[in-house]
C-alpha cells in the first residue's frame, strides 16, 4: 500500500514516551497558526512510499519502543496508516498517533486505526495556548489520552494519569 509522506526520522526521542520511529505524513487541512511542521499541509506534496518499506525500516531496529504518527494529520490517510499501526503492533511495538481531531470528533471510519493505536494526542495546535513546557504536545489544549484504558473505562483517561 502507498503512503504520502513528509518524511521520516528512524530514532526520535520528542514524538512520544522512548525510542519513536516517527512518520511524518503528508496533508492537512487545517494550517494552523505557528504549526511547527507547515511543510506537510500540502495534500500532494512529499512523497509516495510503500507501507512495506516503512516496516522493512521499523524491524531493523531493535532499539524502538514504538511507531509515531504524525504529520500533517495520520487520518487523513487512515487506511495506510492502520497497516502501519497493524504492522507494528504485530511486532509488540506501541504506537503514538498525533491528530488536529478531538477524540470525540475522530469520525467514524476511523475506528479500525483507533483500534490500532495505544496513545492518541489529540486536538489542533493554537497558538495562543502554546507552552513550551508540555510533555509531547505544543498547547494547553491538546491532550495525551491512553486509548485503551479509555475504551475500558468509557471515559478519557490520559496517559499522566495511569503514571505514563
Given at each position: 500500500m502507498q503512503i504520502?509522506?513528509?518524511g521520516l526520522v528512524?530514532?526520535?526521542f520528542v514524538d512520544g514516551d522512548g525510542i519513536r520511529f516517527a512518520i511524518f505524513m503528508q496533508g492537512c487541512r487545517r494550517n494552523c497558526a505557528g504549526c511547527q511542521n507547515p511543510?506537510?499541509?500540502a495534500l500532494d506534496g512529499g512523497r509516495l512510499v510503500d507501507t512495506n518499506e516503512i516496516i522493512s525500516a521499523i524491524k531493523?531496529?531493535?532499539?524502538?519502543d514504538g511507531i509515531t504518527l504524525t504529520g500533517g494529520e495520520p487520518f487523513l490517510q487512515v487506511d495506510a496508516a492502520n497497516e502501519l499501526a497493524r504492522a507494528t503492533k504485530n511486532l509488540g511495538l506501541n504506537v503514538w498517533c498525533y491528530t488536529g481531531y478531538t477524540f470525540e470528533d475522530l469520525p467514524p471510519?476511523?475506528?479500525t486505526l483507533l483500534e490500532n493505536i495505544d496513545v492518541l494526542i489529540d486536538g489542533e495546535f493554537i497558538l495562543s495556548l502554546r507552552d513550551l513546557d508540555l510533555q509531547f504536545r505544543g498547547s494547553r489544549n491538546q491532550r495525551i489520552i491512553d486509548i485503551k484504558k479509555t475504551r475500558e473505562?468509557?471515559?478519557i483517561v490520559l496517559w499522566s494519569e495511569i503514571g505514563g
Amino acid at each position: 500500500m502507498q503512503i504520502r509522506i513528509a518524511g521520516l526520522v528512524p530514532e526520535s526521542f520528542v514524538d512520544g514516551d522512548g525510542i519513536r520511529f516517527a512518520i511524518f505524513m503528508q496533508g492537512c487541512r487545517r494550517n494552523c497558526a505557528g504549526c511547527q511542521n507547515p511543510e506537510t499541509h500540502a495534500l500532494d506534496g512529499g512523497r509516495l512510499v510503500d507501507t512495506n518499506e516503512i516496516i522493512s525500516a521499523i524491524k531493523k531496529n531493535p532499539l524502538l519502543d514504538g511507531i509515531t504518527l504524525t504529520g500533517g494529520e495520520p487520518f487523513l490517510q487512515v487506511d495506510a496508516a492502520n497497516e502501519l499501526a497493524r504492522a507494528t503492533k504485530n511486532l509488540g511495538l506501541n504506537v503514538w498517533c498525533y491528530t488536529g481531531y478531538t477524540f470525540e470528533d475522530l469520525p467514524p471510519e476511523t475506528s479500525t486505526l483507533l483500534e490500532n493505536i495505544d496513545v492518541l494526542i489529540d486536538g489542533e495546535f493554537i497558538l495562543s495556548l502554546r507552552d513550551l513546557d508540555l510533555q509531547f504536545r505544543g498547547s494547553r489544549n491538546q491532550r495525551i489520552i491512553d486509548i485503551k484504558k479509555t475504551r475500558e473505562q468509557n471515559k478519557i483517561v490520559l496517559w499522566s494519569e495511569i503514571g505514563g
